[in-house]
């Protein structure tokens, strides 16, 4: 059955620190691996995803992702953070092929202080 | 480009009444979903719509929850009868391809359930 864990409940950084946020996944093949981010009172937007290729992926707002196939983790990453990049932050994953269902993790809650 | 539109924002209800969510996807999008999120828990997926066929509703309360997309554009989802339980966001997505590579939310509708 297909899993994804975020550690952290939430993240605290400072403004212009980098920042990365945790995600382990457990599925069966290669998985289809995403972030989203939920900014208050607006549904989920999608930020990058990893289907294959690189291990680094680029998406919106200069966020990056690592995919470590070894440790089964897709951490989310940025340089240099704004406090604007405070929200919620979902990772999830799915099997790949057919309709095979997104499953959410619980979220991480990334406060960036000025 | 129009986002997913979702009615209503916000519906407050006592137990064992009724209430239905509208949500109307973007245009061309063939894949609609509905996903239930409970405050502090990732979204979870109810139901998911193929064109106007179901595809996936293994975790549809079904002797409660039911969803129609007819003419495969607008769905409605609705709780018959309503419990506490069911005091949560439910947000509506939906993707060009079925494969979900890429999902687009709506802004939800948060139920309260007394």
């Known amino acids: 059955a297909q899993s994804v864990a975020q550690p952290e409940d939430q993240v605290n950084v400072a403004e212009g620190n980098p920042l990365t946020v945790k995600c382990t996944y457990s599925?069966?093949?290669?998985?289809?691996l995403f972030w989203y981010v939920q900014y208050p009172n607006r549904g989920l937007q999608f930020l990058l995803k990893?289907?294959?290729?690189?291990?680094l992926v680029k998406g919106s707002y200069g966020f990056e992702a690592e995919f470590n196939k070894s440790q089964t983790s897709f951490h989310l990453k940025k340089p240099s953070a704004l406090v604007s990049d405070s929200a919620l932050y979902f990772c999830?994953?799915?099997?790949?092929?057919?309709?095979?269902?997104?499953?959410f993790g619980a979220g991480t809650r990334l406060a960036v202080h000025p | 480009e129009a986002g997913v539109a979702q009615s209503p924002r916000y519906k407050i209800i006592e137990k064992r009444q009724s209430v239905a969510f509208w949500c109307n996807p973007i245009?061309?999008?063939?894949?609609l979903y509905w996903y239930q999120q409970i405050l502090g828990q990732g979204p979870k997926l109810l139901i998911q719509?193929?064109?106007?066929?179901?595809?996936?509703d293994s975790q549809l309360p079904k002797d409660r929850f039911s969803a129609e997309r007819l003419k495969g554009v607008d769905s409605t989802l609705k709780i018959q009868p309503a419990k506490l339980e069911d005091s949560a966001v439910y947000l509506c997505?939906?993707?060009?391809?079925?494969?979900?590579?890429?999902?687009?939310f709506g802004s939800g509708t948060q139920l309260s359930v007394l």
């Open positions: 245009s061309g999008h063939a894949t």
């Open positions: 999830a994953v799915r099997a790949p092929f057919g309709y095979n269902k997104l499953i």
């Open positions: 719509f193929q064109n106007n066929g179901v595809v996936d």
């Open positions: 997505a939906s993707s060009f391809q079925a494969d979900g590579e890429k999902l687009f």
């Open positions: 990893y289907i294959t290729g690189d291990n």
């Open positions: 599925v069966s093949g290669n998985p289809y």
